[in-house]
Every structure is written in structure tokens, then in C-alpha cells.
């Protein structure tokens, strides 16, 4: 789940801010980064909660095991206010409410806090910045046996009364 979400969101991120534009996916990375053009998704948190909840799928059914919930932060950081504004402004557009995980399983993506900063962020060297939080909900699933019903035999009787 966090590979297609953060792939799906450096994807966005390179078609909006350029295909040159280098996303950084560690912090240790987007700190030591130079540019003022640059752009990082950083794993922040995960929950999982337990669920039995089942699922239709494709070849048959499924048990979600876990509720998962991971936040991803999306960092954009730009010379100037402007073309920062519009970036963020065309990634809020972009981003598809669910995407399919590795599975066909569906990610619901939904952008949360947003933190704005100029030249005195300790994380980036640029001159100002944006960090969105993005909370991506899925689930870990395991599928449900079930017998073909041709291996059953019902008998079935009628009673009057």
C-alpha cells in the first residue's frame, strides 16, 4: 500500500513540477539536498486497527484483517511563493480520492494538514515550502476459504401439517 501510494504521488509530483524534478522519499535525503526546486514523500505514520469486515474480489471473497492508515507528507519547496502556490494548488486537483493497491485492493487518498514555511525550515534549504499531509487508508486482506457448493447435498423433506 505505502509503495503505490508513494509512487502514485511522486508520479503526480513530476508531472506537475517538471519530469527533472527529483522527489527524495527520506528525510536524510531532502536535508541534504541543496535545491530550492525539490520535492520529497516522506513516511510519517501508520495505524493498523483489526477488522473482519469481508470484501467482494474478482476471483472470489476476502477478509480485511487490518485497517491500515498510513500518512504520507508530501513536501514541495520552490524559489518563490508563486510557482510553490501553483504546484500545490494543481497536486490538490490531481490526486484521485482511490487508487488500486498491488492487489486491486482500493487506497482512499485524502489530503489533511498542510504546514507553510519560509527560508527558517531546518528540513529544506529552500525558500519556501509546503508540506501536505496525505492519509492514505487501505487494508491488509486475507482471503476466505469457502467450499464449492457442489460438495454439499441438501435433503430436503416436506411435512404436512
Not at 539536498?33 to 501508520?46: D, F
Not at 483489526?50 to 480485511?64: H, M, T
Not at 504546514?115 to 531546518?122: A, L
Not at 487501505?138 to 460438495?151: C, F, H, R
Request: proline letters at 3%.
Amino acid at each position: 500500500m505505502i509503495t503505490e501510494a508513494r509512487d502514485y504521488l511522486t508520479g503526480l509530483i513530476r508531472s506537475i513540477m517538471g519530469t527533472e524534478t527529483l522527489v527524495y522519499l527520506t528525510e536524510k535525503e531532502l536535508a541534504a539536498c541543496a535545491e530550492s526546486h525539490v520535492a520529497g514523500v516522506l513516511i510519517s505514520t501508520e495505524s493498523l486497527t483489526a477488522s473482519g469486515k469481508r470484501v467482494a474480489v474478482q476471483e472470489g471473497r476476502a477478509r480485511r484483517k487490518f485497517e491500515r492508515s498510513v500518512a504520507l507528507s508530501v513536501v514541495l519547496g520552490e524559489y518563490t511563493f508563486a510557482p510553490l502556490e501553483e504546484y500545490y494548488v494543481g497536486l490538490l486537483a490531481a490526486i484521485k480520492p482511490v487508487i488500486a493497491d498491488a492487489d486491486g485492493f482500493g487506497i482512499r487518498l485524502e489530503p489533511g494538514e498542510v504546514q507553510w514555511s519560509e527560508k527558517s525550515d531546518e528540513l529544506l534549504r529552500a525558500n519556501v515550502s509546503v508540506i501536505l499531509t496525505v492519509n492514505c487508508t487501505g487494508g491488509i486482506y486475507l482471503p476466505v476459504e469457502t467450499a464449492p457448493v457442489s460438495d454439499y447435498t441438501v435433503n430436503a423433506q416436506r411435512e404436512n401439517g
